[in-house]
């Protein structure tokens, strides 16, 4: 099986809203269509804007497609979602509210944060760090950044085990959101 995940554009960042389980086979049909779509947005080089809705095909190893994204204006949307994923209207709308996706967001960053707190540990940045520390200490550090930090200051097996132990936290802490 895989998973169909939807996700909001909010201040540079994507928030999942929803995610259903669908055959590997439907979900890149459903992804097809919603790509012939001719109010989908092609991400190649696009910069996210707030309120679009990104859509990924994940397989069943946790790989995302990325071959297979469908991106909508938030302003599409609500008919993409009911007509290509057959989304129950009443859903689409909750999903996309606007109260909804502040409130997720909000999750989002709590999370994210911890996440950067506990990998700031794990690479011991003092509170009177560099700029570049503070970065990653609010949540704003890519995880490129994080990989290359802990790289550069732990051993190699070191750094991977922290790594996922630390990856392994922050996927528990989103998905108990």
């Not at 099986?1 to 459903?30: K, P, T, Y």
């Not at 696009?46 to 990104?54: C, P, S």
Request: some cysteine; overall charge negative; aromatic content about 4%.
């Amino acid at each position: 099986m895989a998973l169909l995940v939807m996700q909001v554009a909010v201040s540079g960042e994507l928030v999942e809203i929803f995610e259903m389980q669908v055959d590997d086979v439907d979900g890149h049909r459903m992804l097809a269509a919603a790509n012939e779509d001719e109010r989908v947005i092609h991400p190649s080089g696009h910069a996210l804007e707030d309120g679009e809705v990104w859509i990924d095909l994940i397989d069943g190893d946790g790989e995302t497609l990325f071959d297979q994204v469908a991106c909508f204006h938030r302003a599409d949307a609500s008919d993409a979602l009911q007509i290509h994923f057959g989304m129950n209207v009443d859903v689409v709308r909750d999903c996309l509210s606007k109260s909804n996706i502040a409130s997720l967001h909000a999750r989002h960053r709590l999370a994210a944060q911890a996440y950067f707190r506990k990998v700031d540990r794990l690479v011991d940045c003092s509170l009177v760090g560099s700029r570049q520390s503070n970065r990653r200490r609010v949540g704003d550090a890519s995880v490129m950044d994080l990989v290359i930090e802990l790289r550069r200051r732990l051993d190699g097996v070191a750094a991977a085990q922290q790594l996922k132990d630390a990856t392994k936290s922050y996927v528990g802490a989103v998905q108990s959101l």
